[in-house]
């Protein structure tokens, strides 16, 4: 009883948690800022010294969310036998480390890369609101997609509780591979919010490079799952047409 109170626990502690810090995600991405051209002293030094600690953030997170998804750690998980809390535990380990980044984060205002001035043009500032709008809609509509509830670890501790097998484990082969080699289901979306950006600051510029090229590396999609991408697309437009019709 006192380890199903604790599975119970951590998962809905998790999703809370990370809900909470996403939605602050996404207000540090998507805030529109201006720029700040005053000058100050010591600035390359304070440059250089800010570039540094954002790196060191980035680092961290990135460090954390690629070991906590090794086979070594699931192996720890499945040897205890609470594998149905590793995804809870891994969202909210890189919740706290992503609260961590954007509490710690500096901006560096004065060195620009480009500045499209937005102060007094509704119109610009409309569009790069909507595709900023549209950019969170293919990552949040991607997650849904995918089973929110097994992306939060709410299935595998529910399915653990309830005595039946691991949600993937019930999953075809070709989709558990599909799943794998797709470790970020909606770069696209992450690609609009990190790059239309009306003040690319350098901070902003390494924030967004650095993550960009993560999420490629993670990309190891291959000719393969497209196939099998492509047959699910076709399987669920004759669905939806049949019911429609």
Not at 112 to 124: P, Q, S, T
Not at 131 to 146: A, D, N, Q, S
Request: proline fraction near 2%; charge should be positive; aromatic fraction near 16%.
């Amino acid at each position: 009883m006192l380890l199903k109170l604790f599975r119970i626990s951590i998962c809905i502690s998790s999703f809370l948690y990370t809900f909470y810090v996403l939605c602050n995600f996404t207000y540090f991405l998507s805030k529109l800022k201006t720029a700040n051209h005053e000058l100050q002293q010591g600035l390359i030094l304070k440059t250089l010294w800010i570039l540094l600690l954002n790196t060191s953030l980035l680092s961290i997170f990135i460090l954390q969310h690629s070991v906590m998804a090794s086979d070594i750690v699931k192996d720890f998980y499945y040897k205890f036998n609470i594998e149905d809390i590793e995804r809870s535990v891994f969202n909210m380990s890189s919740a706290a480390v992503l609260h961590f980044l954007m509490s710690t984060w500096q901006s560096i205002p004065w060195s620009l890369i480009w500045n499209f001035n937005i102060d007094g043009n509704d119109k610009m500032s409309f569009v790069i609101s909507f595709l900023h709008f549209t950019g969170w809609l293919i990552v949040y509509t991607g997650c849904v997609m995918m089973d929110i509830s097994e992306l939060a670890g709410i299935k595998q501790v529910y399915y653990k509780i309830s005595g039946r097998p691991r949600p993937m484990a019930m999953k075809s082969r070709e989709l558990q591979r599909y799943f794998m080699h797709m470790r970020h289901p909606s770069f696209s979306g992450f690609l609009i919010i990190l790059w239309v950006y009306p003040v690319m600051t350098i901070d902003r510029f390494i924030l967004a490079s650095l993550l960009t090229v993560y999420m490629i590396l993670m990309w190891t999609i291959d000719q393969d799952d497209y196939n099998y991408h492509s047959i699910i697309i076709s399987r669920k437009e004759r669905e939806l047409g049949n019911k429609m019709f």
